[in-house]
């Protein structure tokens, strides 16, 4: 158990559709990252966050955002879903504002998205 | 594209055995990252490897960072059953972590 926990763990839903995934990080952790894992594309970094502003950007679609808390939990919102979307969706957290050769990453045990 | 390449792919083992696994890039990285993932689960972090050159042990696994800071290596020696999983290797940059494609390794009793 990483301490990182993830809701919820199994998510169907249609095309066209809105969904919220939620994070919250290990206790004392300051960032929160979030990735997406399919395939075809491996694990992709989308976007983190650090004591509640966005401090890096990756592959993240505009169809996407996501926020951080004054609790340090997080939120990411995928609308209009898409086929391609289907995806299992990681969040990880570190005490500091990565990267630093001592501070790790902590992953969660994903959101497996599935759209129809 | 994946910035990291990782091979192989696909490595099946009896159980004894040794293996290596690669990742490679044009890109020079700050520090590289190996973790093993099982199904369902998160990545899990192996080890960070920092220093052009570096060698570091875990155990039966070896990793070693290339000299220029764009490859590195996985070794496993005796593999066993409990080193079954998927093995992603990340390199660090601009605060953002590029993920290879990872290597599926099962180790057969």
Redesign the interface.
């Known amino acids: 158990d ?1 301490g ?1 926990t993830q809701t919820p763990k199994h998510l169907i839903t249609a095309t066209g559709q809105r969904v919220t995934l939620r994070c919250s990080p290990r206790s004392g952790d300051l960032s929160v ?1 979030w990735y997406q894992q399919s395939l075809d594309q ?4 989308l976007i ?1 966050y650090y004591n509640g502003e966005e ?2 950007k ?1 592959n993240i679609l505009e169809r996407f955002s996501a926020q951080q808390f004054p609790d340090l939990h997080s939120e990411l919102n995928l609308s209009s879903l898409e086929l391609g979307d289907s995806a299992l969706y ?1 969040c ?1 957290s570190s005490l500091r ?3 630093s ?1 001592t501070d ?7 959101t497996r998205l599935t759209v129809l | 594209t ?1 910035l990291l390449e990782q091979s192989p792919q696909f490595l099946s083992i009896q159980e004894g055995e040794n293996l290596t696994v690669y990742c490679n890039s044009s890109s020079v990285f ?2 590289l990252q190996w973790y093993r993932q099982e199904p ?6 192996l080890v ?1 490897v ?1 220093t052009g050159g570096e060698v570091k042990k875990l155990k039966r696994l070896t990793f070693q960072f290339g000299d220029a800071r764009k490859d590195s290596s996985l070794h496993i020696t005796a593999a066993q059953p409990g080193d079954t999983g998927l093995y ?1 290797c ?1 390199g ?1 940059n ?9 290597t599926t390794v099962t180790v057969r009793a």
Request: glycine share 18%; hydrophobic share 35%; net charge neutral.
């Open positions: 990483s990182v990252y491996g694990l992709q970094f983190q401090r890096a990756g990681f990880a504002h990565w990267p050769s790790t990453q902590y992953f969660g045990p994903g | 994946q700050s520090s369902g689960e998160g990545p899990v972090l960070t920092v992603l990340a660090a601009d605060y953002k972590l590029s993920f290879g494609a990872g």
